[in-house]
């Protein structure tokens, strides 16, 4: 995780705009690509990434996150220009969480420790193997196969 860590979070002269564009490329990303993930128009994005636009907004940061892969924090931080607190993983609700879908802001809040929703602990490693979850991408872990919601958790 530490090596996963270093290689996404932003460094410490790196402006929104670079931060953005290495992230896409390190993804293997097209600009296309991360607009539709992102929910964002594609003027946006470019804006973004020539630096034209400093800040986003929490829509904006909410989908770049998710369309990245990484927490929202990492892209708060490097827009205001602070050191950024590394969360250990993604955290979700095993019960409430869609797959497919970007996890809620507030599990990621890094004091979260229940779901707001329904109060059942959030979830931040695989059951089966104990590794971080640090992808939500997928519904299955890629080291052991466990699938990420419990079976009686999931939605018909």
Known sequence: MQLLDSLLA???DESLGQYLRRLR???????????????IHLQSLGKIERGR???LNHKTCSGLAYALNVPKEYLE??????AVD???ALKFCPSCWTVG???????LD????????????LRHRCVGCQEPITSLKHRFCPFCGTSYQSSSSLKV
Request: hydrophobic share 40%.
């Open 10 to 12: 932003p460094k410490a």
């Open 25 to 39: 490329l390190h993804r293997g990303l097209s600009q296309a690509d991360v607009v539709e993930l992102a929910g």
């Open 53 to 55: 636009t400093l800040k």
């Open 77 to 82: 931080s490097v827009g205001r220009g602070v």
């Open 86 to 88: 590394v969360p250990s």
């Open 101 to 107: 879908t970007a996890p809620e802001s507030m599990w």
């Open 110 to 121: 890094l004091r979260a420790k229940c779901c707001f929703l329904c109060g059942m602990e």
